[in-house]
């Protein structure tokens, strides 16, 4: 999920909150500040209710985020990449770029989220308590008491083992070590997964049905997002088990045909996208380095009266950017990293030499022909000069 806006970093991890973030603060402030403290803690003025709402919304965020942090920090660990952390209306999303190699890594990360609640929960009931020695106000105490319960029910609501829920993830890990495969841990997760969404699809149903409750959309909420996310990891880990031993050398176009930085946009176009039957372009400079990647799609944001006087150079995405492997890198591993660049694309590297490209073509041909003979024998490494 993209960020619509950046927070900060932490622990050099991106921080990001999604526009959707926005209801949650208003939801709580709302339920707590206008419905709930006035009738719980009578006696104080509606300025102080949506005051202690609204610290409460935002120490709730911060409690997401701690959760989210130690699944990405525990992930750091186990030597997997974090892009990114995203805030959202349904909790939070540490984006992960490779999976875990082990059960014991998997179990790790996912146990780390539960376990940093447990924790939250208890230093704010102990919070609480100390505010109650020191005779603090009962609605203060109120905010420490509820930051403590929403904490613990966040951990165990989380434990529930079905998918995309760190439960789920717990149930991956140990049918994982069970059956020695963890692509069909994953499906048998994801299942589990899309059935807990629908029982709470259908229990948010009859709330609002039947018993006439306001909390019933927020379960049916919570019940359709689970059952998306738990259908997309069904998903990726079947396109899993179809390329588990594919590596990117025999999907990748072989010696891609590049392009010089220097060039015009206009000679571009002309000279080198109208001869060849290419989408993408490796850049390199004078001395034969990639320095990037040029599409078809970046070519579309040059004006046409500007063609003849922007450079290949000014549009290109930086080769930092762009996704790199491996010839022996599994497709797996890949596949992650490709569909986040906004290009699509992923080069590949022996040492410093640029030997292949991996395009959505590539991924599709490879998926295709697996699915068609159901072995590696329909899979060969790139050909010069195929489409990409």
Same mark, same amino acid.
């Given at each position: 999920m993209s960020s619509t806006f950046k927070l900060g970093t932490i622990a050099g991890i991106r921080i990001g909150a999604?526009?959707?973030?926005?209801?949650i603060l208003l939801v709580l402030v709302l339920a707590l500040g206008f419905r709930s403290w006035p009738v719980l803690v009578p006696g104080y003025s509606g300025g102080a209710y949506v005051a202690a709402a609204l610290v409460a919304a935002l120490l709730f965020l911060a409690s997401l985020l701690a959760h989210e942090l130690a699944h990405a920090i525990v992930a750091r660990r186990q030597g997997i990449e974090v892009r990114d952390i995203t805030l959202w209306l349904l909790g939070g999303l540490a984006a992960l770029r490779s999976e875990a190699r082990t059960p014991v890594a998997d179990l790790r990360i996912a146990a780390a989220g539960p376990l940093a609640s447990v924790v939250a929960g208890a230093l704010f009931g102990a919070l609480a308590w100390l505010l109650v020695?020191?005779?603090?106000? *009962?609605?203060?105490?109120?905010?420490?008491?509820?930051?403590?319960?929403l904490n613990?029910?966040?951990?165990?609501?989380n434990l529930v083992p079905a998918a995309p829920l760190d439960g789920g993830r717990i149930l991956r890990a140990a049918?994982?070590?069970?059956?020695?495969?963890?692509?069909?841990a994953a499906v048998w997760s994801a299942r589990a997964g899309r059935g807990f969404g629908i029982a709470l699809i259908l229990l948010g149903a009859w709330q609002l049905?039947?018993?006439?409750?306001?909390?019933?959309?927020?379960?049916?909420?919570?019940?359709?997002?689970?059952?998306?996310?738990?259908?997309?990891?069904?998903?990726?880990?079947?396109?899993?088990s179809t390329l588990g031993d594919v590596r990117v050398a025999e999907v990748m176009t072989a010696d891609p045909d590049t392009t010089d930085a220097g060039l015009s946009v206009h000679d571009f176009?002309?000279?080198?996208?109208?001869?060849?039957?290419?989408?993408a372009f490796p850049v390199v400079d004078q001395a034969g380095r990639v320095e990037g990647l040029v599409t078809l799609n970046r070519l579309r944001s040059v004006p046409v009266d500007e063609r003849g006087t922007t450079s290949v150079r000014s549009i290109e995405c930086?080769?930092?950017?762009?996704?790199?492997?491996?010839?022996?890198?599994?497709? *797996?591993?890949?596949l992650p990293s490709l569909g986040e660049t906004p290009d699509g694309r992923a080069l590949v590297f022996d040492g410093d030499r640029l030997v292949g490209i991996v *395009?959505?073509?590539d991924v599709s041909r490879a998926v295709t022909l697996r699915g068609l003979v159901g072995d590696t024998s329909a899979v060969r490494p790139g050909v010069p000069g195929t489409a990409s």
């Open positions: 999604h526009w959707s973030v926005l209801g020695a020191v005779d603090a106000p *009962t609605l203060v105490v109120m905010v420490a008491v509820y930051l403590a319960v613990a029910v966040l951990a165990v609501f049918l994982w070590a069970w059956k020695g495969d963890r692509n069909r049905l039947f018993a006439g409750s306001g909390s019933g959309l927020w379960w049916v909420l919570i019940g359709l997002f689970v059952v998306t996310v738990a259908g997309a990891e069904e998903r990726q880990a079947q396109l899993g176009l002309h000279d080198v996208v109208l001869s060849r039957r290419h989408s930086p080769v930092d950017d762009v996704p790199k492997a491996t010839p022996d890198t599994p497709l *797996t591993e890949l *395009t959505p073509t």
